[in-house]
Each structure stands twice: as structure tokens, then as C-alpha cells.
T-cell receptor
Framework: GAVVSQHPSRVICKSGTSVKIECRSLDFQATTMFWYRQFPKQSLMLMATSNEGSKATYEQGVEKDKFLINHASLTLSTLTVTSAHPEDSSFYIC?????????????FGEGSRLTVL | KQEVTQIPAALSVPEGENLVLNCSFTDSAIYNLQWFRQDPGKGLTSLLLIQSSQREQTSGRLNASLDKSSGRSTLYIAASQPGDSATYLCAPGGNQFYFGTGTSLTVIP
């Protein structure tokens, strides 16, 4: 199957700093990528849909100025958590599907665990 | 917004049993439905993808069915093994993909 890579897998930062998480599709192009966050023992919550070359579409209740998403190329989307606070600590996962694929299958990265001290 | 429910929330079975996981969703206007497994602290691994025009898909010991009109899908696992222990998630695929809370499966050796 297609491969989606996330980096970093773990990050610890101080409160007030900004953290960038990268999501790359390694062997396919993706016009759309999805960003999720997951709290312990809970399911994935869709944060936003990242569209290549245009603004991301955020889900209701997700602060766009807090979670900046950039999808500058067909293989890379980034999520920046700005002025991070302890409540932003979570598991962030991205997903993407091959461009033009008729199946619409999604592939997921391994996730990035953010801990804000 | 799509609402996804998975039943049961948790399941513990002895090795070798066959089991069924259930997924229901509110918006039947989907392109496909995908089943995933998630191991603790890991990302999601795709198990099966069913297109909206299909009724079921099979991969090894896994069989997934889809009844799009009634908003339901089931994942059947045959002859369960301890390595099947994980959280199973379904995601109806529309313009976005929303998840339910999953079923946490424990297979006891």
C-alpha cells in the first residue's frame, strides 16, 4: 500500500512555543490530506482537511489561528501548533489518499505525539 | 456531519472464536467505507476498503460487509488470534472521513 510518513514521531516542548509536524506521502501525490487529533482512549477527531494550493478547511470548534495548516506541494502538508499549551498535548495523525485513485482509500501516518510542558 | 457508532465498545474473547464488530453511520451518501486497526500509540493500518457499490470485501480471515442504505457495516473476524488484539475503527468515506470510538478487542490465548 501507499506510505504516509510523519515527522517528528514525538516532540516535547515548553508552553508558549510553536511546533511543526510534517506529513509526507512518500510514493504518491495527494491533493488532499486530513489532520486528526486523538486523546487517550478516544477516537480520532477530524481537525481539518488540507488542500494543496489552497486554504485548509477546518472543522467546527478548531481554531485555525491555533493550528496552522500548509499544504504547499502534492506530497507535503504541515501542521503548526502555535503558542502551544499543555491542553494541546495529544496524538496528531495525518492521512492521505493517492491523487486520482478511484478507490478513495486512505493511508495514515504513524502519528506524532506532542507533549507540552 | 457524519456520526459513526461502533458496537461493542470493548470485546474480550478466547483465542479461536469468530467475532463480529458493528459499525453504523448516519449519512448514507458515502463513496466507500474503510476498516482500520490501531495498536496502542500507533497510527492506523488499513484492513479493508469497501466501495459504495459493493456489498462485501474479504482479506484472509477478515470479511467486511456494507449495507449503505441502512448505514451499517460489519467486520467479521474468523478464528481470532492474540495478534488480533487492537482497536478496530470504521470510517465511512465521503468528502471527509469521520471515525467512531472504535471497538477495543482483546483475544485471550
Amino acid at each position: 500500500g501507499a506510505v504516509v510518513s510523519q515527522h517528528p514521531s514525538r516532540v516535547i516542548c515548553k508552553s508558549g512555543t510553536s511546533v511543526k509536524i510534517e506529513c509526507r506521502s512518500l510514493d504518491f501525490q495527494a491533493t488532499t490530506m486530513f489532520w486528526y487529533r486523538q486523546f487517550p482512549k478516544q477516537s480520532l477527531m477530524l481537525m481539518a482537511t488540507s488542500n494543496e494550493g489552497s486554504k485548509a478547511t477546518y472543522e467546527q470548534g478548531v481554531e485555525k489561528d491555533k493550528f496552522l495548516i500548509n499544504h504547499a506541494s502534492l506530497t507535503l502538508s504541515t501542521l503548526t501548533v502555535t503558542s502551544a499549551h499543555p491542553e494541546d498535548s495529544s496524538f496528531y495523525i495525518c492521512s492521505a489518499g493517492p491523487r486520482g485513485a478511484s478507490t478513495g482509500e486512505l493511508f495514515f501516518g504513524e502519528g506524532s505525539r506532542l507533549t507540552v510542558l | 456531519k457524519q456520526e459513526v457508532t461502533q458496537i461493542p465498545a470493548a470485546l474480550s474473547v478466547p483465542e479461536g472464536e469468530n467475532l463480529v464488530l458493528n459499525c453504523s453511520f448516519t449519512d448514507s451518501a458515502i463513496y466507500n467505507l474503510q476498516w482500520f486497526r490501531q495498536d496502542p500509540g500507533k497510527g492506523l493500518t488499513s484492513l479493508l476498503l469497501i466501495q459504495s457499490s459493493q456489498r462485501e470485501q474479504t482479506s484472509g480471515r477478515l470479511n467486511a460487509s456494507l449495507d449503505k442504505s441502512s448505514g451499517r457495516s460489519t467486520l467479521y473476524i474468523a478464528a481470532s488470534q492474540p495478534g488480533d488484539s487492537a482497536t478496530y475503527l470504521c470510517a465511512p468515506g465521503g468528502n471527509q472521513f469521520y471515525f467512531g470510538t472504535g471497538t477495543s478487542l482483546t483475544v485471550i490465548p
